[in-house]
């Protein structure tokens, strides 16, 4: 399988140069593309240098930060446009450890169509992580998983691969959330296609380097967003067949 590994980046100068060298070594003879937001701090350039000494490394630079989902949406377009048969999506922070690459690549071939880097199966875990953080993380995909009916445990996570006639099928590119809400718009979107799912054990290690972009106000985005869908797909649809 031909594979492009996506990771969104904005501000990452401080890990994007391990995170190249490291997926490199996991993934050999995938193409990497990472699809920067005009960082200030000079990540494009980075990853150019990058890029030269390893092979098959680019950077799509965008004008200013949109969001993770619009960058990550970029990202999948260029995948498919150039007939990849698998697309990953993965952070460049170093919290989701690229070791796990072939992982969730194996999965695809043994025939899912995603599979999902998962904090929450058996086997999954979030090292470091205060009570709290824990707590709204793990109840925030209960919500979402009981509110859509969705079987996914971590429907937030960002750490995840495609097969590419997959996110078609689904119409990817008609999601509308640009931030974190994304990674569950999809993954609602792709389980309502009855496309195969996988969840992966993994370990999410919090950023030791450069700063959170997560937030109240981002957590309290994906609830509203969530929530809608609930209500549009559930309550709504259904009064409108009656």
Same mark, same amino acid.
């Given at each position: 399988? !031909?594979?492009?590994?996506?990771?969104?980046?904005?501000?990452?100068?401080?890990?994007?140069?391990?995170?190249?060298? =490291?997926?490199?070594?996991?993934? %050999?003879?995938? +193409?990497? @593309?990472?699809?920067?937001?005009?960082? %200030?701090?000079?990540?494009?350039?980075?990853?150019?240098?990058?890029?030269?000494?390893? #092979?098959?490394?680019?950077?799509?630079?965008? %004008? /200013? *930060?949109? #969001?993770?989902?619009?960058?990550?949406?970029?990202?999948?377009?260029?995948?498919? +446009? =150039?007939?990849?048969?698998?697309?990953?999506?993965?952070?460049?922070?170093?919290? $989701?450890?690229?070791?796990?690459?072939?992982?969730?690549?194996?999965?695809?071939?043994?025939?899912? +169509?995603?599979?999902?880097?998962? !904090?929450?199966?058996?086997? #999954?875990?979030?090292? $470091?992580?205060?009570?709290?953080? !824990?707590?709204?993380?793990?109840?925030?995909? /209960?919500?979402?998983?009981?509110?859509?009916?969705? %079987?996914? /445990?971590?429907?937030?996570?960002?750490?995840?691969?495609?097969?590419?006639?997959? @996110?078609?099928?689904?119409?990817?590119?008609?999601?509308?959330?640009?931030?974190? #809400?994304?990674?569950?718009?999809?993954?609602?979107?792709?389980?309502?296609?009855?496309?195969?799912?996988?969840?992966?054990?993994?370990?999410?290690? +919090? =950023?030791?380097?450069?700063?959170?972009?997560?937030?109240?106000?981002?957590?309290?985005?994906?609830?509203? @967003?969530?929530?809608?869908?609930?209500?549009?797909?559930?309550?709504? *649809?259904?009064?409108?067949?009656?």
């Amino acid at each position: 399988m !031909r594979a492009l590994v996506v990771t969104p980046t904005y501000q990452e100068s401080e890990n994007i140069v391990e995170f190249l060298h =490291r997926a490199r070594e996991a993934v %050999p003879d995938a +193409d990497i @593309l990472v699809v920067d937001d005009n960082s %200030p701090d000079g990540t494009a350039d980075l990853v150019d240098e990058v890029g030269a000494r390893l #092979g098959h490394i680019e950077v799509l630079r965008r %004008p /200013r *930060k949109i #969001g993770i989902g619009d960058a990550v949406r970029a990202g999948f377009a260029v995948g498919i +446009d =150039r007939g990849y048969d698998v697309v990953v999506q993965i952070d460049a922070d170093l919290s $989701h450890d690229p070791a796990a690459l072939p992982q969730l690549l194996a999965e695809i071939e043994r025939g899912a +169509d995603v599979a999902i880097g998962s !904090r929450y199966v058996p086997g #999954g875990s979030i090292p $470091h992580w205060p009570w709290y953080r !824990r707590a709204v993380s793990k109840w925030g995909n /209960r919500y979402a998983t009981l509110v859509l009916g969705i %079987p996914i /445990r971590d429907a937030t996570s960002g750490y995840r691969a495609f097969r590419a006639d997959t @996110l078609e099928s689904a119409d990817y590119a008609q999601t509308r959330s640009k931030g974190y #809400g994304f990674q569950i718009e999809l993954c609602y979107r792709v389980w309502k296609h009855g496309d195969h799912i996988a969840q992966v054990p993994i370990t999410f290690t +919090d =950023r030791v380097r450069g700063h959170s972009k997560m937030s109240l106000g981002v957590g309290a985005e994906e609830l509203a @967003l969530v929530t809608w869908w609930a209500l549009r797909d559930r309550v709504l *649809k259904g009064r409108s067949r009656r």
